[in-house]
């Protein structure tokens, strides 16, 4: 039978559920901002090869979070901007409850939530129709990609010309960045792209075309393979 737990116990729960996980973890949380401990679970997860599926919905997630979790070679982070849900299961159990995976309701909000055993039997029919939804929501999110932009490296020489830098001032946005940017779908993004012989898929990658290049389109290598990022300027011409 179903469980319910209140903060502190869905914390602890939480915890025990990524300590136990085995082939499958899956995260749902529209916030994500990790404690210590609960990096050092993954981490140690990680260390063992098992995958680890994370669902966020919040784009304003800290990037030193990100850079944590792209760090881990067995996480797989998705992206869904309609996340509200907040779920977290294992192979066997499941947590649905009100608490984001942050640190900060953890140890300042009341929240609520239950525990669903697959291996109780009245528990079972809740858990399959959950894990449908859960998995629609999984196959319905985007793979998200963490991308910095380092600062322009200072050249040995003095007589860098400074017009250069100032020209390249732009701020640059990966597709999906662009995607939210204008409101538009990131496969509408992609499209807009290709077709106008900017960019072009080859295998699993992006390659930008000699007129890419010449808007300001830059590859970059990143977990999932390569990518590339625009002017933030290229929202506009994409909306006109």
Not at 10 to 32: F, G, H, K, Q
Not at 111 to 127: H, I, Q, W, Y
Request: aromatic content about 10%; glycine content about 4%; proline content about 2%.
């Amino acid at each position: 039978m179903a469980k319910f737990l209140n903060t502190r116990k869905a914390v602890s729960e939480i915890e025990d559920l990524i300590r136990n996980a085995e082939t499958r973890l899956i995260l749902i949380s529209p916030y994500l901002k990790l404690s210590k401990d609960f990096k050092e679970l993954l981490t140690y997860r990680n260390s063992k090869d098992k995958i680890t599926t994370v669902i966020f919905g919040k784009q304003e997630l800290n990037p030193h979070e990100m850079k944590f979790l792209q760090g881990l070679r067995f996480v797989i982070l998705k992206y869904n901007q309609d996340l509200h849900a907040k779920c977290y299961l294992n192979d066997d159990k499941m947590i649905i409850t009100s608490l984001n995976l942050y640190e900060f309701s953890m140890n300042n909000n009341k929240e609520m939530g239950v525990l669903v055993d697959l291996n109780d039997e009245s528990d079972k029919e809740l858990f399959e129709d959950a894990y449908k939804e859960i998995d629609f929501i999984d196959e319905t999110s985007e793979r998200f990609e963490f991308t910095s932009i380092p600062e322009v490296a200072k050249t040995e020489k003095k007589e860098t010309q400074p017009k250069v830098l100032s020209s390249s001032s732009s701020k640059l946005l990966t597709t999906k960045e662009l995607a939210q940017m204008t409101g538009l779908s990131s496969r509408k993004v992609n499209s807009w792209l290709t077709d106008n012989k900017l960019m072009y898929k080859k295998e699993d990658d992006w390659v930008t075309t000699k007129r890419g290049k010449e808007v300001g389109g830059i590859e970059k290598s990143g977990q999932y393979g390569q990518f590339i990022i625009w002017p933030e300027e290229m929202g506009k011409q994409i909306v006109e």
